[in-house]
């Protein structure tokens, strides 16, 4: 079955306490990315992978850090999780040349940073 | 400063009728619009899209309308169905950053039998 799978779904933890979020997908994807989704703020894209080894900052790319050493996997990394980051977190692929068509969302990680 | 706007965070329509999901954008280099659906505890997942060279385009039984000159699309529903309660989200991205997609807050969309 063609999916988007993440790790953990949901995750308490203490500020300041390094974590990192799994995200692998089965399609052969070129394109991964990372939203976050918070109430009143819908999804906002945190960074993105067009291939790789090759990443680029979304619109809120602060306090994360992701890498694409296989085209499978696409982690993002909290370094020193903080408050702030307490939310809805999606991975999601997508065919390069299908990037602005169709992308596949995992089902999402609830994070939440005490 | 919100690059895509969809400023009504719910609607209501009764089974059968139009549902009409409208989405702003300030943006003038976006020349590609999305729309996703979400459910609760599920990831968003594609509804259907629209370039920046079109006006309509149609699936089923959605279909988006794109007018450029006042920077709004809007979704039509018909008919709707009680299916199609979810959370809706308008996207949009600018040629030479396709991978940069920037989402608008969304509108939940409750169709009542």
């Known amino acids: 079955e063609a999916q988007v799978t993440q790790n953990p779904r949901y995750l308490i933890t203490v500020t300041g306490k390094k974590l990192t979020v799994t995200c692998s997908q089965n399609?052969?994807?070129?394109?991964m990315s990372w939203y976050r989704q918070d109430p009143g703020l819908g999804l906002r894209q945190i960074y993105y992978?067009?291939?790789?080894?090759?990443?680029d900052k979304g619109d809120v790319p602060e306090g994360y850090k992701v890498s694409r050493k296989e085209k499978r996997n696409f982690p993002l990394i909290l370094e020193s999780p903080s408050p702030n980051q307490t939310s809805l977190y999606f991975c999601?692929?997508?065919?390069?040349?299908?990037?602005?068509?169709?992308?596949?969302f995992g089902p999402g990680t609830r994070l939440t940073v005490t | 400063d919100q690059q895509v706007k969809q400023n009504s965070p719910s609607l209501s329509v009764q089974e059968g009728r139009i549902s009409i999901l409208n989405c702003d954008y300030t943006?003038?280099?976006?020349?590609?619009f999305l729309w996703y659906k979400k459910y609760p505890a599920e990831g968003p997942t594609f509804l259907i899209s629209?370039?920046?060279?079109?006006d309509k385009n149609e699936d089923g039984r959605f279909t988006v309308f794109l007018n450029k000159s006042a920077k709004h699309l809007s979704l039509h529903i018909v008919p709707s169905q009680p299916g199609d309660s979810a959370v809706y989200f308008c996207?949009?991205?600018?040629?030479?950053?396709?991978?940069?997609?920037?989402f608008g807050k969304g509108t939940k969309l409750s169709v009542k039998p």
């Open positions: 999601a692929s997508s065919y390069r040349g299908k990037i602005r068509d169709e992308q596949y």
């Open positions: 399609m052969n994807h070129e394109y």
């Open positions: 992978s067009m291939n790789v080894e090759v990443t």
């Open positions: 943006n003038s280099m976006f020349d590609y």
């Open positions: 629209i370039s920046s060279i079109k």
């Open positions: 996207a949009a991205s600018r040629g030479g950053s396709q991978g940069n997609l920037i």
